[in-house]
């Protein structure tokens, strides 16, 4: 069975940082994602790895936030700093079977996702 867990989330001030992790378990897969959703909103992209270590980011949090993944731990992180209100949202961590995208419908499994609050 399939199961992603994710962890990490909380309240924090403006300007302060957070690290999310993700563990899965069930099978390998060779895509992990974030994506998050704020109030009232579609859930969005965050950022992406793949298997070999390729990731990709949002152009809202290049800079600040990193992707990265421990393959023997079957675990992806990912780490926020200079958090702004705006990154308020519940995070999900997402996996696919396949290569590198950034659509919510292009990935097969999700976790039960984690709050972020940013204050300001």
């Known amino acids: 069975q399939v199961q992603l867990v994710e962890s990490g989330g909380g309240l924090v001030q403006a300007g302060g940082s957070l690290r999310l992790s993700c563990a899965a378990s069930g099978r390998t897969f060779r895509t992990y994602g974030w994506f998050r959703q704020a109030p009232g909103k579609e859930r969005e992209f965050v950022a992406a790895?793949?298997?070999?270590?390729?990731?990709y980011s949002a152009d809202s949090v290049k800079g600040r936030f990193t992707i990265s993944r421990d393959s023997a731990k079957n675990t992806v992180y990912l780490q926020m700093n200079s958090l702004k209100p705006e990154d308020t949202a519940v995070y999900y961590c997402a996996a696919n079977l396949g290569g590198l995208v950034i659509t919510v419908r292009e990935y097969n499994y999700w976790g039960q996702g984690t709050q972020v609050t940013v204050s300001s």
């Open positions: 790895i793949t298997l070999s270590g390729y990731a």
